[in-house]
Each structure stands twice: as C-alpha cells, then as structure tokens.
C-alpha cells in the first residue's frame, strides 16, 4: 500500500523539550536528562489518519538553535511545523514569531501549530494564559497546551498537523 512520507520539524528555543517530544511520539519514552542534540537526525513514526497511511518522520534541530545556517537546512522540506515553547521560559515564549519567521522563510506557509510545552509546571509560568492565547491569534495557529513528561497532548498535537496537511 502507498504510504504518504511526511516531514515535520521541531522548532523553538533549546531545552524547551523538542527531542524529548520526538521521543516522546515515536518512541514512547520520556528521560529527564537533558542532552545537547548532536548531530541532526529525525525519528519516525507510521500513522493511520483517515484511511491514509502516514509516516511522519520528525527531524531535531540541532541543539544548535543559535546557528541559522546549520537549522535552516533542517527545515528543507518540512511540510508540517511545530513551534514550541517552555511555559518556564520566558524567552522562549517572545522567541516564538521569529522561529515561525524562519521557517517560512526557507520552507513558505505550512502546517503549523504552538505548543506551550511543560504545562505539568503550570504554577512556575512565565507567561499569562491570555500572552499565550494573543501570541496563537496573532500568528494565527491553533495552541496545544501540552506536557511531553505527562503524555499529554502530545498525540491530538500530531494527529491535528497530520491530517490539516492531508487535507489541503
Ligand atoms: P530541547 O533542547 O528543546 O531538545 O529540549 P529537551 O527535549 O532536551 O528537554 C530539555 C529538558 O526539559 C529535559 O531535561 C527534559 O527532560 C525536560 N522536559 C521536556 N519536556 C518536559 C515536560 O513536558 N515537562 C517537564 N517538567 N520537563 C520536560
Ligand atoms: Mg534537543
């Protein structure tokens, strides 16, 4: 059977739980230890989404956030996107319109969606409900409030940017 091959990549500031999350969706675990990404490389995972059968490969920045050239070549290709930001970090969150900008400019207008990641530590918020709520208006991209630590969110956040790309 034809199976679609998607591309998603993983976008926002470093420690806000990008590689945790691919693990998370691909692999099905979580590690608290906190590992500089070396070197780029993208998990997989094969999905049924309306009678398709999808396999999303998702691609890790880097762990080089700061270095344009090297990220912008990830994102080659990229047909779905998560911005993603930690709900402890408050420039991570003001970092969001420049993360979207950047793959726009290498890739145009994909599926994307924000990710307000961390959310098990809700009491420790840089940020209001309401600055998220504008930022997701303003870029216009629909919000997942998620935990990657708690498995929550995660799946409706790829299931959701899986089937708006087949559905363009
Ligand atoms: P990256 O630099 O964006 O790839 O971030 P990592 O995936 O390496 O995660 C950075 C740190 O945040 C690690 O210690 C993770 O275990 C932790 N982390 C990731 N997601 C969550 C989450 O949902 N909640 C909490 N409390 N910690 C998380
Ligand atoms: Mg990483």
Do not use: H
């Amino acid at each position: 059977d034809f199976e679609v091959p998607i591309k998603g990549v993983i976008v926002g500031n470093g420690a806000v739980g990008k590689s945790s999350m691919i693990q998370r969706y691909c692999k099905g675990i979580f590690t608290s230890e906190y590992k500089k990404t070396i070197g780029v490389d993208f998990l997989e995972r094969q999905l049924n989404i309306e009678e398709n059968d999808v396999r999303l490969m998702l691609w890790d920045t880097a762990g080089q956030e700061e270095f344009d050239a090297i990220t912008r070549t990830y994102y080659r290709g990229g047909q779905i996107a998560v911005l993603a930001f930690s709900t402890t970090d408050r420039e991570s969150f003001d970092a969001i319109p420049s993360w979207k900008d950047k793959v726009e400019d290498e890739v145009g207008e994909i599926v994307m969606a924000l990710v307000q990641n961390k959310v098990d530590l809700i009491d420790e918020a840089k940020m209001s409900v309401e600055e998220v709520e504008e930022m997701a208006k303003k870029l216009k991209v629909k919000l997942f409030r998620a935990s990657v630590k708690e498995d929550f969110n995660i799946e409706e956040l790829f299931k959701y940017l899986v089937s708006s790309y087949l559905s363009k």
